[in-house]
């Protein structure tokens, strides 16, 4: 489980759990090296669980851009 503020450890889906349940868990996709966010209602108290790794396109070798 992770929380707001902490990096964003592989690439993939994860799970946000709502603090409460004022909402119900949905799916987002995170990019490595971003930031886990604050949700606007929870506040930090959001979590997030790693479904599934998933590389990002422009991060593999053979789709990065060419300077």
Known sequence: MF???QPVP???IYE???DRAHRETHEV???RGDQFPA???CDQRVRFKVLR???YIFDD???VEEP
């Open 3 to 5: 929380s707001p503020g």
């Open 10 to 12: 592989e690439t993939g």
């Open 16 to 18: 946000v759990i709502h």
């Open 29 to 31: 996709v995170m990019h």
């Open 39 to 41: 949700c606007d209602q």
């Open 53 to 55: 790794t998933a590389p």
């Open 61 to 63: 070798e053979d789709f």
